[in-house]
């Protein structure tokens, strides 16, 4: 069965502290990864990774894959209150059609 | 980037009835389009994949016919509940397909009461 898996599930910290997201996956065919913030609305889209050990970085975020293992890690540094959100870790694999399995999420909540 | 607009933002309605959620993608032809329920504090699970011109692709366990999916143009794909009960209410979220990213429209709350 196809499915990804996240961890942990919630999360508290302190504004400045840094965090380490996670994300396990088992699919056929494996296409891409992606991550997405989810706030009040709709996932707004943060990284797209295809190849091992290639770090991509966004300001405070990074993000790596490693497909040997099937895991990958959302780092955000410096945290900041505005980070608190739902992380969603997903995986579009499948032929054609290109679909999208989402992770739980992680409930990541950042106080002042 | 690419914009996906869903319409209505928020319904209310009454058990038994039906609802149709609207989901275009602005900018852009979407061959494909996704349906996705989001219930509260719990991950998207996708529903469907709506393809255009032909019959959408329906996930384990979701029933075809009480949720009706209709992909009419290149822009455009409805989601219909039909005869809603309370265990419908959830976020309802579509998504478009844009050379290998999809871009998520900003969802539809819908409470059946």
């Known amino acids: 069965e196809d499915k990804v898996v996240q961890s942990p599930l919630s999360l508290v910290v302190h504004e400045g502290d840094t965090v380490t997201l996670n994300c396990s996956y088992e699919?056929?065919?494996?296409?891409?990864l992606l991550w997405y913030k989810q706030e009040k609305k709709a996932p707004t889209f943060l990284f797209m990774l295809t190849s091992s050990g290639i770090e991509k970085k966004s300001g405070r975020l990074s993000s790596i894959l490693d497909k040997k293992e099937l895991f990958s890690i959302l780092n955000i540094t410096a945290t900041q209150t505005g980070d608190s959100a739902i992380y969603l870790c997903?995986?579009?694999?499948?032929?054609?059609?290109?679909?999208?399995?989402f992770g739980t999420g992680t409930l990541l909540a950042v106080q002042p | 980037g690419a914009v996906v607009s869903q319409h209505p933002s928020r319904v209310i309605c009454k058990s038994g009835t039906s609802v149709k959620i609207e989901c275009r993608s602005l900018?852009?032809?979407?061959?494909?389009m996704f349906w996705y329920r989001q219930f509260p504090k719990q991950s998207l699970m996708l529903m469907a994949t709506s393809n255009e011109g032909s019959k959408a692709t329906y996930e384990q366990g979701v029933e075809k016919d009480k949720f009706l999916i209709n992909h009419a143009s290149l822009t455009l794909s409805t989601l219909t509940v039909t005869s809603a009960h309370p265990e419908d209410s959830s976020f309802y979220i579509c998504s478009a397909r844009v050379i290998g990213e999809q871009y998520f429209g900003p969802g539809t709350r819908l409470t059946v009461t």
């Open positions: 699919v056929t065919n494996f296409r891409s």
């Open positions: 997903a995986v579009s694999f499948g032929g054609a059609t290109n679909k999208l399995i």
């Open positions: 900018d852009f032809q979407a061959t494909t």
